[in-house]
């Protein structure tokens, strides 16, 4: 008999063909999330559930006494209650490498609109206010080529930052993270900082922290206060890792030039957030790994952890803190 999944949300054709071949497999195929009662039920009697940034808690799991895995569709698990997960047993698997580049694209997406002024700009070019009154320097941005650009977080995502804007724009780099990475520093001639430093000294301040206990509002008004007055301050990575008030009242109060954002601390955006009214902020609705490919590529490869674990293999992208479970 084959291992029962769960699948919450629509994934592609050829990736659900790949679980039918080693599962008896349930999905659920409406774009809008699923409701909890319906997961519940549906978990039930499962021993495996992928999901997209799916909420694992201690009471979600009781209700859930066959499991054997979550694999999250995502990178970031900060969905996980890792402590439940490990006292019950349950393995939780993400989806690393296979997003990193096209999330380093969106940053740059996000550093070049929000420097060069490119979403203010089509928003006055269509909106059919651009005429001969307005004086050149009021389109003057800010260079990035050339520019410091100071990563919080070298992880994949930072690393595949890094080389664009060292090779590409042949910016500095400085990075700050845990450990030290003196293989790249090597590589691209970026350079290991001190934060503060960093804060100090870079025209491109770009947080790329996975949020959990450590990190929550890691970045506040401390933080904003040390940055640069033509500074741009860049997130996409999660939106609680800043504290979103500090953000808006540096914003507000001119201490930094602007910001790019793909992610805020309620998702999706309150449409009263300041943040939406302001001209110098870049704002996107998450969509960092958002593209057909990568989609495609995050689904597989969930679907293949999720297969792995229900079939008795050890799946290969087991979260680091989960790890414990399969040594
Ligand atoms: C991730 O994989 O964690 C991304 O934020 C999803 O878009």
């Known amino acids: 008999m084959k291992p029962k999944v769960f699948i919450a949300k629509p994934i592609p054709k050829e990736v659900e ?74 393995l939780g698997t993400h989806t690393p490498y296979v997003l990193d580049e096209s999330v380093a ?19 006055m070019v269509k909106g059919g206010k651009w005429d001969k009154s307005i004086r050149e320097t009021y389109f003057y941005g800010q260079d990035v080529h050339h520019a410091t650009l100071g990563i919080i ?22 990075y700050n993270s845990i450990r030290r990475k003196p293989v790249l520093e090597e590589k691209y001639g970026i350079h290991y900082s001190e934060l503060n ?46 504290d979103e008030t500090a953000l808006i009242a540096a914003l507000k109060e001119g201490k930094i030039y602007g910001a790019g954002l793909d992610v805020f601390e309620v998702e999706p955006v309150d449409k009263e957030n300041p943040l939406l009214k302001m001209d110098n902020v870049v704002v996107l609705p998450h969509i960092g790994s958002a593209t057909e490919q990568t989609r495609f590529d995050m689904a597989m490869k969930a679907a293949e952890n999720l297969v792995a674990c229900v079939t008795g293999r050890v799946p290969e992208n087991v979260v680091q803190e989960l790890k414990c479970l399969v040594k």
């Open 153 to 174: 977080g070298m992880g994949r995502i930072g690393e595949k930052i890094a080389r664009r804007a060292a090779l590409g724009f042949e910016m500095k780099v400085l």
């Open 197 to 242: 430093p960093l804060l100090e000294s870079a025209d491109f301040v770009l947080l790329m922290l996975p949020l959990n206990n450590s990190t929550y509002h890691f970045f506040g008004e401390e933080q904003f206060n040390r940055m640069k007055s033509n500074a741009i301050f860049i997130n996409c990575s999660r939106g609680q890792v800043v």
């Open 105 to 123: 694209d969106l940053a740059f997406g996000l550093i070049l609109s929000a420097s060069r002024r490119i979403t203010e700009f089509n928003n």
């Open 17 to 90: 063909n790949y679980i039918a071949q080693y599962c008896d497999y349930k999905i659920w195929k409406n774009q809008e999330p699923i409701p909890m009662d319906v997961l519940l039920k549906e978990v039930a009697d499962v021993e495996g559930l992928m999901t997209p940034k799916g909420i694992i808690t201690r009471e979600f799991l009781e209700k859930a006494p066959r499991l054997k895995i979550v694999s999250n569709i995502a990178v970031g698990y900060d969905a996980f209650d890792i402590h439940a997960m490990k006292e019950q047993g349950v």
